[in-house]
């Protein structure tokens, strides 16, 4: 048996029923210092003097989520127990026997129905004190179990992991416990079910490599480390030295593996705030139909201008950027973060949103006004991880049945060793294919920058607005001037030929319509831009948000499929120009 938390010592010295007379003090384990124990629990078991997060029993873990008296038990079928009849220096079924009467529990997972912040939902927690929260047949048994009840409910899935691994006692029917999680899970993602993992220290091994690691959201608790081998295992077989805070929750935010770290005292905010955000919509009048749009979609209706004075302005450092327009656009807007293979490329973000009272997916390139924030961002040229993270939120987005709304602002995908090493021409041509099939309505604004493949990759859209200011093309003005003028000075002359600007984008209908700014430019008023945007959003959804997926499809198919063939639109109407 492990050696027992001091803590849980101290905690199960005391019966509960005794009232408690004099103030009870534990050792913290980081500091070594005493805390006060009331103290203590109202702190949410973090110590006051050194922070250090104490281990939780899934009890506490669910006390510390869950709203008060939300909280009911789910049935969980019986499960054999020790199949193989396993003994080591103990025989397992005593340090079954053990395990239980330490934490009370009948295995290391325990499901409940409740609700956090008002949001139902269906959760597994895992306890690491039972067994080190090995994965065996009743562990498996009960995370299986609290899936089909959230697919019941038509509710959320929540696991809090902590976990070794995999329990040896129950040999290769514990590795099997991976493989009906796994389908658990598969259920609830083809019912388009919300799924989050909180993950807490440790979790290693099978729960790392199956139910932990495959949920839509993964948040995981400050400082949890997160892996399939352990350091030890590592360092033990290949002898390998291991970077410093390795596997912590934040080395695996840094390596695009995970959506965010939460500190504990915001997890219940935070999940709060995911479920709001992924709730459903209610039914009720739907805001879509009541506003006025001034979108303009007639040729006529948009002045000639220079393109090259278009582009400076759609190049206007102060222009709202996507997380700004998130702000003003979207209710409760909870991002999220990661390719879930190498990076967090912050030049492009994205994450669910309320608009127009139902849930939607925003994704978008991400400049800045300043120069730090511009070189933060990297000028807005999304990396491959980039690209992956918004084809991962489309996916996800695809599942939950929610609206996409892109906004595009690049000069270009980032050109560099890096970029093509990690695959960019794939990562774009990936999200291209994506969005050519994704059964749910996409709308795209080009806010600035339109540049080449990079903007493309997140605008093969049934609906593609542009600004007053923005311009989409090809290839940027400057290096089409050096590749064909053998002058990048000749920009401008470049930027009229290659016709870039709103006017032209609606004559070859790459635009269905001009979306307005406030005078001067969006830079000059951003909550006017904003406003201005969600008319025009209300306007093109009411169009596409009841259509069914083949519809949309095949209506997107048409759209790009059409160009080239179709003649520009003021021919159509008999040749304005
Ligand atoms: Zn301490």
Known sequence: MRTA???RTARAQVPEAQPPAAPR????????RPVY??????DLRVCPECGRYARLSAEERIEQLFDAGSISPVAVAETIEDPLLFTDSRPYVERLRTARRQTGLDDAVVCV????????????????????????????????AAADAALLDGVPFL????SGGARMQEGALSLMQLAKTTQALVALHRAGILTISVITD????????????????????????????????????????LPAGFQTAEFLFEHGLIDEVVPRPALRPTLARLLAAAAPAAPGDDPLRAVPSGVVRQLDDVPERDPWDVMRLAREVGRPTTLDYAGRLLDGFVELHGDRLSDDCTAIVGGIGRFAGRPVMLIGHQKGHTAQELRERNYGMSTPAGYRK?????????????PIITLVDTQGAYPGLEAEREGQAWAIAENL?????????????????????????????????VLENSVYSVISPEACGAILWNDASTAPQAARALRIEPRELLRHRIADGVIPEPEGGAHNDHAAAADLLRRALYDVLAEIVDLDGERLVAERAARFGAFGTRPPVAQQKGGQE
């Open 159 to 162: 696991v809090v992991t902590a």
């Open 390 to 402: 918004a084809g991962r939120l489309m996916q996800l987005a695809a599942r939950l049945g929610l």
């Open 5 to 7: 938390d001091p803590e």
């Open 202 to 241: 440790p979790t290693y091994g099978g729960v790392a490599a199956s139910f932990a690691t495959q949920t839509d959201v993964i948040l995981a608790e400050r400082g949890a480390r997160l892996g399939f081998a352990g350091p030890r295992v590592i360092m033990q077989t290949i002898r390998q030295q």
């Open 113 to 144: 129905r409740g609700e956090i912040g008002g949001h139902p939902l269906v959760a597994a927690v895992m306890d690491f004190n039972f067994l080190g929260g090995s994965l065996g047949c009743a562990a498996g048994e009960r995370i299986a």
């Open 37 to 42: 124990e009331r103290r203590f629990s109202r």
């Open 433 to 465: 294919r994506l969005m050519a099939h994704l059964p749910v309505p996409i709308v795209a604004v080009v806010t600035g920058e339109g540049g080449s493949g990079g903007a493309l990759a997140l605008a093969l859209a049934d609906r593609v607005l």
């Open 25 to 32: 003090w534990l050792l913290c384990e980081g500091c070594n």
